[in-house]
Nanobody, 123 residues
Framework: QVRLVESGGGLVQAGGSLRLSCATSGRTFNRRTMGWFRQVPGEGRKFVAAITDGGGTTYADSVKGRFTISGDNAKNTVYLQMNSLKPEDTAVYSC?????????????????WGQGTRVTVSS
């Protein structure tokens, strides 16, 4: 089993920065890829970024150049550094774990999910 706990959300003004953290526990072979997704009320969950245990990364076009995903294996934590935030980045952000190192942007490929942390960007 894998447990994921997000933190770091909050209220920030447009142009500001936040760093989200996803603390992980459980067997490492069950979390070969870690992803971040976001969701706003009334809409489906959308892919933000992903990183494999080999360090490969991918980003949604909407966040490229502004967000950076990284991992700290010693701390079993995955981060999402968010810079130049915009009001349209407002959402609940969730991290997810995939058993395979495949850099997928599809939510159905991920086996484990955290509860999410809310990010609000004011204009």
């Amino acid at each position: 089993q894998v447990r994921l706990v997000e933190s770091g959300g909050g209220l920030v003004q447009a142009g500001g920065s936040l760093r989200l953290s996803c603390a992980t526990s459980g067997r490492t072979f069950n979390r070969r890829t870690m992803g971040w997704f976001r969701q706003v009320p009334g809409e489906g969950r959308k892919f933000v970024a992903a990183i494999t245990d080999g360090g490969g990364t991918t980003y949604a076009d909407s966040v490229k150049g502004r967000f950076t995903i990284s991992g700290d294996n010693a701390k079993n934590t995955v981060y999402l550094q968010m810079n130049s935030l915009k009001p349209e980045d407002t959402a609940v952000y969730s991290c997810a774990a995939d058993r395979f190192p495949r850099i997928s942007g599809a939510g159905y490929d991920y086996n484990y999910w955290g509860q999410g942390t809310r990010v609000t960007v004011s204009s």
